[in-house]
């Protein structure tokens, strides 16, 4: 049928902000169907509580709401606008949850709102646990045998009739929050009571585990008169027993026999016909028996999920684009041109390559965390290899991950003992993958490994093959390498560094190697039919083949390097100024280009840039981009510290960067240089040194006196930064850092203890600067302004202080030569400023501080910094009324063993905005009190 014409104005509810288990894929989603939906000419109402999101940008959205995704709120907008339709299925389980307290309270009756893209029925049987159970054995699929308990007894009553090991699963939970497996009665009780306390409904699911068993997924589409289309089939590497979102993953599946993969689809159709009739997209999750391919229903997700983001980007088949469609009545037949630009987009994706995701953790932000994976999700971002092959595709996802990581191997890191390896491999955590192989170097018997991971033997004896292939390269060196076997090599995703560590040579020389070989990195597309006819929207990937199918123009372009996989320190704000900065450049008459590899982003989306690299943001890959496409330079500003961090290697082969030059990015990471221009300018900053060893830093100590603020030089998110006392804890913390990251400098500053911390960000074109927002933190310095609550503008800092800031900042933006942004920190203590630190680039504050003015602030910037404009020329007009507050949000609920004190290290996984009228408001004196109260204890 076509399109539904009642439907002229649409609700899209946002997932607020990010936590683990529900993450920026969401702002994909809902950013994707925006634009969907606008298309059609419909009004787009969004309400999302994330100021650090393109969905709640004006680039997206009609009318943006950045409230509280609260039932109030969704009444203030229904007053205020006459809304339709809601579309709740892009805004993960928040969105849905809210969708359902409305329509239990009756809000979208009252106010005349259909419920598009969504049953809700549906959403109640796949989320209570017990219906699941009993819709799936009336339309017999096979599940685990449990039952669901909604008291401490019943539970045991249940564990004691099925017997362990089994599985706890809590109802109404987010990236499997508080299950678990138990294998003994000792463990269970506390697994249950917390089970029960962490379901919202106070009910968890108790059935018999299934540990072990492969775990694959079905990506599918329904539209509105049954038709259903396979967008891709995922394969779980880990083995049941590890959270899908914490699992390396694959697709297409790689050791599943068509016979079973036929019967998984023909079982997926029929689960998602059976809990309700939506369109839309829906993610159905298998295990099946390795011994006898026994199939087993675990989970359906009748939405677009964190899988979909994954499938999206593997397949070049834009789900949510599609799901919007469907929701307002358009059937997968009648949507002509919305995929290939030749086709409809009813059609089953065909993939003429592999892909490989990596989760990304950070477990060191949460000192004494359980490290070991289970139900219960505990990544905070990931990576996307695409290759010809697995080995290809793993490799390069290893590459993109940014933890000093080559690849999969070959790289220098330190073997460890058996005995670790051996508790590794069956107690899997974030580095299971890396010791899988080292199990391999040391000579590990295939069984053994097999046994104790229970990872299939085809994705095992892909890792040994590569161990076997170092084994022949290390008899050679650079001079007398074959040339098949060095293709060989690059084909199997090795990277030039692990070459030149396999024969003892530099990367460089790798490089002129293969390049007088005719080794040469090609770019493939992504189409999502493997080239079966011509496609429109495509984007590329790099592989070692013969034809190249990206074909470079004559136009001038421009390099944005984006920020590659999500962690704390560096999340989503980094994109959102990406994507800004490739639509700028495009309003200047440039062909864009983006450089990224994280598969939950707005930035690698099909049609933001115009063209899309996949793949990792690694020097080698980069620059042979850059090669191909010869661009007019690079942006390093705003991809974060991972974008920067290459301005160094690009300075030195003479790529130009686009905006404030490496010497400037340089000069402020370097502390000494950085001193001398503050002194030079009559600006005060904190005491500090520098040292390479304890014994320095002690020497130092004596000079600069305690407390002291202890860090390494050249790290993201306040990574091993600690506030030390005594000498003790001083050595102590130094011997750390240097062992974590050998030969790096640690800096030592006199920490201004009880100080008022502030910070600035501002535009400068390298002769005029503007100031777009000075914040305030609520918490005393001390803590990582990512982590502290932070007012815009300033609360009750004086004119004095504030006019302080203000110089300070134009001076030292000018004297950085800056062009384009700098984020400059400020400690306050007895009415003098003195300057912690200045980022000339793109900051984590700078997409608050545009939602809070409704300016757009980073389009300026990249203006500036393409030399099309001066900051003189734009008519800045902040929409200054009341005040904005940043709020951190964690994760500590996945962690529930940490230490949760705050400090100079961030720990926070997202943030939301909440604005206020004026000081008197209730949340700020509560939020005040709170913060003052904790920090004082």
């Not at 634009?35 to 059609?40: D, F, K, M, N, P």
């Not at 597309?525 to 011509?534: G, K, M, P, Q, S």
């Not at 082969?653 to 905006?659: A, D, N, P, T």
């Not at 993201?716 to 400098?745: A, F, R, T, W, Y």
Request: hydrophobic share 35%.
């Amino acid at each position: 049928m076509p399109r539904d014409r009642s439907i002229r104005s649409v609700l899209i509810i946002g997932s607020g902000p990010i936590v683990i288990g529900q993450a920026c894929e969401f702002d994909y989603s809902g950013s994707q169907a925006a634009r969907s939906l606008r298309e059609e000419g419909i009004e787009v109402t969004l309400i999302n509580s994330n100021p650090a999101t393109i969905m709640t940008d004006n680039v997206t959205a009609d009318n943006i709401y950045l409230k509280p995704l609260t039932k109030k709120s969704v009444r203030e907008i229904l007053e205020k606008h006459n809304i339709d339709a809601v579309l709740p299925t892009m805004g993960g389980q928040t969105a849905l949850n809210l969708a359902i307290d409305c329509d239990k309270a009756g809000i979208w009756d009252h106010y005349g709102v259909k419920i598009i893209g969504v049953d809700i029925n549906a959403i109640e049987t796949t989320e209570d646990r017990e219906k699941f159970r009993l819709k799936m054995h009336e339309l017999g699929v096979n599940v685990c045998k449990g039952e669901t308990a909604t008291s401490f007894l019943q539970g045991k009553e249940i564990a004691q009739e099925i017997g362990f090991p089994l599985v706890i699963r809590p109802s109404y939970t987010l990236g499997g929050s508080g299950g678990g497996f138990v294998h003994s009665y000792d463990e269970f009780e506390k697994a249950l009571t917390h089970g029960l306390h962490t379901s919202p409904i106070h009910e968890v699911l108790i059935e018999q585990s299934i540990l072990g068993w492969k775990e694959y997924e079905v990506e599918l589409i329904r539209d509105n008169v049954g038709n259903i289309i396979i967008i891709c089939s995922i394969e779980n590497f880990d083995p049941m027993g590890v959270h899908t979102g914490d699992s390396i993953t694959v697709a297409p599946a790689m050791t599943l026999p068509d016979t079973v993969y036929q019967e998984m689809r023909n079982l997926s159709k029929k689960m998602i016909n059976g809990i309700g009739k939506f369109a839309g997209g829906c993610n159905v999750q298998f295990a099946v028996n390795p011994e006898n391919d026994e199939i087993i229903g675990i989970e359906i997700n009748p939405r677009v999920s964190r899988s979909s983001a994954l499938a999206s980007k593997a397949t070049g088949y834009p789900i949510a684009k599609i799901a919007a469609k469907l929701a307002i009545g358009y059937n997968l037949d009648e949507l002509k041109n919305a995929i290939t630009g030749t086709t409809s987009a009813f059609f089953e994706p065909a993939i003429d390559y592999t892909i490989v995701k990596i989760p990304r953790w950070n477990f060191d932000k949460f000192q004494g965390s359980d490290r070991k994976l289970g139900l219960s999700m505990k990544s905070v971002g990931e990576a996307m290899g695409i290759g010809r092959n697995f080995q290809e595709a793993l490799q390069k996802a290893c590459q993109s991950l940014e933890i000093k990581r080559n690849g999969l191997g070959a790289d220098g890191k330190e073997l460890k003992k058996q005995e670790e390896i051996l508790y590794s491999l069956e107690n899997p955590s974030w580095n299971r993958l890396f010791h899988i192989y080292d199990a391999f170097k040391l000579g590990i018997p295939f069984k053994t490994i097999e046994k104790l991971t229970k990872i299939d033997k085809w994705f095992l004896s892909q890792i040994e093959e590569l161990i076997l292939l170092e084994n022949e390269i290390e008899k050679y060196s650079i001079e007398t390498i074959p040339a098949q076997l060095l293709r060989t090599a690059k084909e199997k995703g090795y990277a030039d560094r692990q070459l030149g560590h396999l024969m003892k040579c530099w990367e460089s020389e790798v490089y002129k190697k293969r390049k007088e070989l005719g080794i040469n990195r090609v770019y493939k597309l992504v189409d999502t039919c493997a080239a079966e006819f011509e496609a429109q929207t495509p984007y590329y990937y790099s592989t070692f083949d013969q034809e190249n199918e990206s074909h470079s123009s004559d136009k001038k372009k421009i390099i944005v390097l984006g920020s590659g996989p999500n962690r704390i320190g560096q999340g989503i704000e980094f994109d959102y100024s990406c994507v800004h900065g490739i639509l700028a450049a495009k309003e200047c008459g440039y062909e864009t280009i983006m450089i990224n590899c994280n598969p939950e982003t707005v930035s690698t989306d099909f049609d933001i840039a115009d063209k899309l690299y996949f793949e990792p943001v690694f020097w080698e890959h980069i620059y042979d981009i850059i090669e191909h496409e010869k661009p007019e330079g690079v942006i390093v500003q705003l991809g974060g510290q991972t974008a920067l961090k290459l301005a160094e290697k690009l300075e030195k082969y003479g790529v130009k960067i686009i905006g404030t030059s490496f010497e400037a990015l340089d000069l402020a990471e370097d502390r000494g240089s950085f001193s001398t221009l503050l002194k030079d300018n009559d600006i005060p900053y904190p005491k500090f040194g520098v040292a390479e060893d304890a014994e320095t830093a002690l020497e130092l100590s004596k000079e600069l006196g305690f407390p002291l603020l202890v860090r390494p030089s050249y790290v993201l998110g306040g990574q091993s930064m600690k506030i030390v006392i005594n000498e003790q804890e001083l050595e102590s913390h130094i011997i750390d850092i240097l062992k974590k990251i050998p030969g790096n400098k640690v800096l030592l500053d006199h920490f201004l203890d009880g100080a008022i911390e502030a910070e600035a960000d501002a535009i400068c074109d390298g002769e005029n600067v503007y100031i777009i927002g000075v914040m305030q933190h609520i918490e005393p310095a001390g803590i990582h302004s990512g982590d502290s609550y932070a007012v815009l503008p300033p609360y009750n800092l004086g004119d004095l202080v504030v006019q302080q800031i203000e110089t300070y900042t134009k001076k030292i933006a000018l004297e950085l030569k800056t062009v384009g942004l700098i984020n400059i920190q400020y400690a306050i203590k007895d009415d003098k400023v003195y300057v912690i630190e200045a980022n000339p680039r793109a900051s984590r504050t700078v997409p608050f501080i545009c939602k809070a003015y409704d300016e757009p602030y980073v389009n300026y910037a990249v203006k500036v910094m393409l030399g099309e404009k001066k900051v003189t020329d734009f008519k800045f007009n902040p929409k200054k009324k009341g005040y904005a507050i940043k709020e951190p949000v964690f994760s500590f609920a996945k962690f529930p063993n940490v230490n949760k004190e705050l400090g100079p290290e961030m720990k926070s996984t997202g943030e939301a905005i909440y604005f206020i009228d004026d000081l008197m408001d209730d949340y700020f004196m509560k939020i005040y009190s709170e913060r003052n109260l904790y920090l004082s204890r």
